[in-house]
């Protein structure tokens, strides 16, 4: 994996991280005024985290600081996961609106699994 040949914009899972965190955007401008600077805030931060670790990652020295940024972005995604169900919980948002971030952010995750899984056995050869 370390013959890399392009920068992190060829990575399909940057990309599917970019889309998640402009729809957490759009999700999150619908919620409370008072929710601003606290689960908004949060929900933001953490997607956009997700696809800024893959770029940083990818932008380092060689695979094993490329699957340690990686394994940061899948913390986020977990943590994305967590705020998704707490707004549910809460009642912001629409189930729909709220069904189809969860299905996106499933697939980032499927996607950084899969990423991770790959580079650790460049690693290890």
Same mark, same amino acid.
């Given at each position: 994996m370390s013959n890399r040949t392009g920068g992190y914009p060829d990575l !399909?899972?940057?990309?599917? !991280?970019?889309?998640?965190?402009?729809?957490v955007y759009r999700l999150t401008g619908d919620f409370?005024?008072?929710e601003l600077y606290g689960l908004t805030s949060q929900m933001r931060r953490c997607a956009a985290s997700v696809p800024a670790n893959v770029a940083e990652g990818r932008?380092?020295?060689?695979d094993a600081e490329f699957c340690r940024f990686l394994c940061i972005a899948a913390g986020s995604i977990a943590e994305l996961e967590t705020f998704l169900e707490l707004?549910?919980?809460l009642g912001y948002g629409t189930e729909g609106d709220l069904s189809r971030v969860r !299905?996106?952010?499933g697939e980032v995750a499927r996607m950084l699994y899969g990423l991770i899984n790959t580079v650790r056995q460049s690693i290890t050869r």
């Open positions: !399909a899972v940057w990309r599917m !991280a970019m889309d998640l965190t402009v729809e409370p005024g008072h932008g380092r020295g060689g707004s549910r919980r !299905a996106q952010t």
